[in-house]
């Protein structure tokens, strides 16, 4: 089977700072990956990579078949990577709603002049775009908050709402960079339930990075660790809880 | 028909009913010539606030170069009207495609800049284009352009400020304008979300400098002679002032801003430096009751009285 996403010697240089080096990572079609790793290891940076916000230094990413190293972050996310943020970006001021709406931006084909004159396709559209918005936020049980100002909500609902917003993207790959962050153990295990039943509803593939390893070990198929920007190890939720390398990177010390 | 189309019927009927009660009080002699000009003003100005609303207060680009493309329309549209005699339509429509051009060429690389640079930079390029106008004799240099026929009336007016008026509210109700709006709340969120955000700035850009344009031909054929000295700089902050005021990212607040500007500066005629005054008292009070201006992001047809419609954020009314 190719690989849906596929990074091949990726190297990030800031300055002198290696952020990422030598990254070699695949992701299969419908799997669940984790992405872990100290602080500062690089993992957001990956993401970055990943989405175009940052261009590797060197090195190539495939995504279906594709280069899209060099690509601009819209670019990418109309491929089919969307992604949510560690330190939530929300459109705070805008309602919950209209947060979800946005991103089927690339989806809607009704030109401007049908916007402007209120022909064509231009209603339909809308009319399916608020529906199906509606229907992701009560996926996430945000349906009954659609007309609050983001910024209200939360900050568990918020995380949800970062995820519900991506998936409007219709993405192939879903990067979630720290879901259960300020999460309490309750919401941390009913977002774990709902990462695995939206792969499976949504036939997503999912690259997550999370500091909460009852969450990591849970779901995900396959592990990768990076430390310093190198990936020290790579296997199953077990073979990564019993790797000499992982236990030493995260407990310090020699193993 | 949908409840989004009653309500666009409903403010339809609002907007004619209002110019027949003006038009009637302009007809039946109830009106001086002073304020007959001045409400035809205010309507070019509501155009000029709306238009600038869009760049500033809906996509969040802080631009100060409106005069500008308001002295290109005006004066592509009186070479039109005046030189080749044709009609006061194609003196605006050329007027606002030679504005538009203008804003597409400009805003591709301005755009790039954020926040204060771009303020800068459009300002600069505001009063390039001012003096490069002083500077063609074929328009009458420094010295203005003459023998403009009086072609723009009330009516005309009134039609083109809520053409205008729909157009921008209902692009702002639509996916292109939610892309503005999420361009103006998180840039580099628009951008993940799929939103080519190059695009969507310079679009808003280019459809602002339009309007700005057609604004510019209706004004320039009110006066039988026009000069770069009427599109300073000065001139784009009065319009800066009218968004502000009304409030970034509200139609509602674009009529009131301009409403409420152009009459104080009427009332005043006779006092211009108690206009500036004035002018400076309402904006430190505005900073510290009302940062977001009278109408910040919501629109009068929103609220209760007005419609059972749910009230959105961001300025949008369905
Ligand atoms: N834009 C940037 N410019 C310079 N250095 C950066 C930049 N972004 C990240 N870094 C550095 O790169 C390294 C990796 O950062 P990154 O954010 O990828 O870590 P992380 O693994 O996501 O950590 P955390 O678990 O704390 O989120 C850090 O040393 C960080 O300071
Ligand atoms: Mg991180």
Redo the contacts with the bound molecule.
């Keep these: 089977m190719e690989p849906l996403l596929k990074s091949t010697h990726v190297v990030e240089m ?2 002198g ?1 290696k ?1 990422v080096s030598d990254f070699n990572i695949y992701i299969n079609p419908g799997e669940l990956i984790g992405l872990i ?1 100290p ?8 993401f970055n990579l990943f989405t175009g916000v940052y261009q590797p230094t060197s090195g190539t990413i495939e995504f279906d078949g594709q280069n899209i190293a060099g690509l601009k972050p819209y670019e990418i996310t109309q491929r089919g990577i969307a992604r949510t943020f ?1 330190n939530i970006r929300l459109f705070s001021e805008l309602s919950v709603l209209d947060n979800v709406k946005i991103a089927f931006h690339s989806h809607v084909k009704y030109s401007v002049a049908e916007a402007v004159f209120r022909v064509g396709r231009y209603f339909d559209e809308e009319a399916l775009v608020t529906a199906e918005s509606h229907r992701l936020l009560s996926i996430f049980k945000l349906d009954d908050k659609a007309e609050e100002t983001a910024k209200n909500l939360p900050y568990g609902a918020q995380r949800r709402l970062e995820i519900a917003r991506a998936l409007a993207a219709k993405p192939k790959l879903l990067l979630l960079d ?1 879901p259960a962050a300020g999460m309490n153990p309750q919401e941390t295990h009913e977002l774990m339930e709902m990462i695995r039943w939206i792969r499976d509803q949504f036939s997503l593939t999912i690259l997550l ?1 999370e ?1 909460d390893m009852s969450l990591v070990m849970g779901i995900c198929e396959r592990i990768y660790v ?1 430390e310093y ?1 190198e990936i020290i190890a790579h296997g199953t939720p077990e073979q990564i809880q019993n790797n000499p390398e992982v236990i030493r990177a995260y407990l310090g010390g020699e193993a | 028909m949908n409840s989004v189309q009653k309500n666009d019927l409903r403010l339809l009927v609002f907007g004619v009913v209002l110019f027949a009660v003006i038009g009637g009080a302009m007809e039946g002699g109830f009106i001086g010539s002073f304020w007959k000009l001045n409400i035809i003003l205010i309507g070019i100005n509501v155009i000029l606030s709306a238009s600038l609303n869009l760049i500033n207060g809906y996509t969040g680009q802080f631009s100060l170069g409106h005069a500008g493309f308001m002295a290109v329309g005006a004066y592509v549209g009186v070479i039109l009207t005046t030189n080749f005699h044709l009609p006061l339509i194609a003196g605006m429509v050329g007027g606002g495609l030679a504005a538009a051009v203008l804003g597409f060429l400009i805003g591709l690389p301005t755009l790039r800049l954020n926040g204060d640079y771009l303020a800068i930079a459009t300002l600069g390029l505001g009063e390039i284009i001012r003096i490069v106008i002083m500077n063609i004799q074929y328009v009458g240099g420094a010295a203005g352009f003459s023998g403009i026929p009086h072609l723009t009336t009330f009516p005309w007016v009134f039609a083109t400020m809520l053409l205008t008026l729909f157009a921008i509210k209902n692009f702002v109700n639509s996916s292109h304008g939610r892309a503005c709006i999420a361009i103006r709340e998180n840039e580099i969120a628009a951008a993940a979300m799929g939103i080519n955000t190059t695009k969507y700035k310079v679009l808003a850009f280019t459809i602002g400098a339009a309007f700005a344009g057609v604004a510019g031909a209706l004004f320039a054929h009110c006066f039988y002679i026009i000069s770069p000295g009427s599109f300073t700089f000065m001139q784009s902050f009065n319009y800066l002032i009218m968004v502000v005021l009304g409030g970034l990212g509200s139609l509602t607040g674009s009529i009131a801003g301009a409403f409420v500007v152009t009459a104080l500066s009427a009332a005043l005629a006779d006092w211009p430096e108690f206009r500036m005054i004035i002018y400076a008292l309402a904006l430190i009070l505005l900073m510290f009751y009302r940062p977001q201006g009278l109408f910040g992001y919501v629109e009068l047809t929103k609220l209760a009285p007005f419609s059972r419609l749910r009230g959105l954020k961001g300025g949008r009314e369905e």
Excluded at chain 1, 39 to 46: E, P
């Design positions: 800031f300055g700072l952020a790793g602080n500062g290891a690089g993992k957001t940076t990956a560690q720290e990075i500091h990076l920007g």
